[in-house]
């Protein structure tokens, strides 16, 4: 079994595939079901890659360690937020939300350009997955290999998160 400091480090180096890819510094914060505040809902500065339907989240581009579970892209709906306010009051005015049933994701690039390239790629990414996983496209060798990839991290996240409970409740219990 990984150790936890090692669960959610990447290879040395993401893929750099150039399908479906798109990297770059984005503002991002989190929300859980209903708009109720999840840990740390101010907005933090993530540099964020996205390789064929996952969207990976670091603490800078030197980071090798992803940040959370990386967000596969087929559980979640894309919306253009007109805009977000940050702690210190300021307007994000390019912003964008990932939502599922559970979480809202809220992000803000620095300019309307840098939005639409944001939101083109990952809607793209987006639409090309469900049509593999409808049959409606080929899925290529690179793409498998981003996704099971991204599968892998997830799975080491709730495996994480589980034996976090488990050790809970073991304390609560004495």
């Known amino acids: 079994m990984l150790a936890p400091e090692d669960a959610?480090?990447?290879p040395d180096?993401?893929?750099e595939d150039g399908h479906n890819g798109k990297s770059g510094i984005l503002m991002k914060r989190g929300l859980?079901?209903?708009s109720v505040p999840c840990f740390g809902t101010e907005f933090k500065r993530r540099y964020v890659v996205l390789r064929g339907k996952y969207m990976y989240r670091f603490k800078s581009e030197n980071h090798k360690r992803v940040k959370g579970v990386p967000l596969d892209l087929e559980e979640f709906q894309l919306e253009v937020a007109d805009y977000e306010v940050d702690d210190d009051g300021e307007v994000l005015p390019f912003a964008f939300k990932l939502s599922s049933?559970?979480?809202?994701y809220l992000f803000a690039?620095?300019?309307?350009?840098?939005r639409?390239?944001?939101l083109q790629a990952l809607a793209a990414?987006?639409?090309h997955a469900i049509k593999q996983r409808l049959g409606h496209a080929e899925r290529q060798a690179w793409e498998t290999r981003n996704n099971n990839l991204g599968a892998s991290l997830q799975r080491q996240h709730d495996r994480m998160r589980d034996l976090q409970r488990q050790e809970d409740q073991a304390r609560?219990?004495?």
Do not use: C, G, I, M
């Open 125 to 127: 990414a987006r639409s």
């Open 172 to 174: 609560l219990a004495f």
């Open 32 to 34: 859980r079901y209903q």
């Open 116 to 118: 639409q390239a944001w």
């Open 109 to 114: 690039a620095s300019s309307a350009r840098e």
């Open 8 to 10: 959610q480090r990447l």
């Open 13 to 15: 180096a993401l893929p």
């Open 101 to 104: 049933v559970r979480k809202v």
